[in-house]
Nanobody
């Protein structure tokens, strides 16, 4: 069992930066590949970024490539999402999720555990 708790969301102006954190419980965090997803009002939840268990491989949605960076610290049981040059269209609830195995990083049903989400609002 893995419990995930996101933090770091907030209200910022366009162009600003935020860093989201996702703290995981349990001693098996380093076994899990981790992903960030987001859901904007009235829209379906979508893939944002993912990182494999070792941190050696990262994957991004086209909409955030070059602006967002995912990283992890297995010693701290934490995964991060650094978000730069934020845009109003980045406004959403951001969720972190954990999966032991997936062949498609954006496939949500492959993720076994989900956090409760943190709100990010970007004003224009």
């Amino acid at each position: 069992q893995v419990q995930l708790v996101e933090s770091g969301g907030g209200l910022v102006q366009a162009g600003a930066s935020l860093r989201l954190s996702c703290a995981a419980s349990g001693r098996t965090f380093s076994r899990y590949n981790m992903g960030w997803f987001r859901q904007a009002p009235g829209k379906e939840r979508e893939f944002v970024a993912a990182i494999n268990w070792s941190g050696g491989n990262t994957y991004y949605a086209d909409s955030v490539k070059g602006r967002f960076a995912i990283s992890r610290d297995n010693a701290k049981n934490t995964v991060y999402l650094q978000m730069n040059t934020l845009k109003p269209e980045d406004t959403a609830v951001y969720y972190c999720a954990a999966t032991i195995f997936t062949t498609r990083w954006g496939r949500q049903r492959d993720y076994d555990y989900w956090g409760q989400g943190t709100q990010v609002t970007v004003s224009s």
